[in-house]
């Protein structure tokens, strides 16, 4: 059964810093693109950054280009989203998702991904 389990969600001021990770199980994750979306109350889900465990190649939505880091370990299944200099419009709930490498569409396209953790809330406060 694979699953995916986010933590490090939590409550920061703004320009505050958190780290969120993502554990995966259940398969081999080795070539699969790892994605971090997010959702705020009110508001579609949205991608925020990937990197692709083939090539280690990183993605990354304009709004977080520069802040936000995402790293990982391929052979720990981990995959971690450092995020700087946070600003109140980064609320919301993120959510750690996989994707096959097979797969032709945008690497940001939400519909692309395959396996999806239960999210993590981040609330920054003004």
């Known amino acids: 059964q694979v699953q995916l389990v986010e933590s490090g969600g939590g409550l920061v001021q703004a320009g505050g810093s958190l780290r969120l990770s993502c554990a995966a199980s259940?398969?081999?994750?080795?070539?699969?693109?790892m994605g971090w979306f997010r959702q705020a109350p009110g508001k579609e889900r949205e991608f925020v950054a990937a990197?692709?465990?083939?090539?280690?190649?990183?993605y990354y939505t304009d709004s977080v280009r520069g802040r936000f880091t995402i790293s990982g370990d391929s052979a720990k299944n981990t995959v971690s989203l450092l995020m700087n200099s946070l600003k109140p419009e980064d609320t919301a709930v993120y959510y750690c998702?996989?994707?096959?490498?097979?797969?032709?569409?945008?690497?940001?396209?939400?519909?692309?991904?395959?396996?999806w953790g239960q999210g993590t809330q981040v609330t920054v406060s003004s």
């Open positions: 990197i692709n465990w083939s090539d280690s190649s990183t």
């Open positions: 259940g398969r081999t994750f080795s070539r699969y693109v």
């Open positions: 998702a996989a994707r096959s490498p097979f797969s032709a569409q945008p690497i940001g396209i939400m519909n692309a991904y395959d396996y």
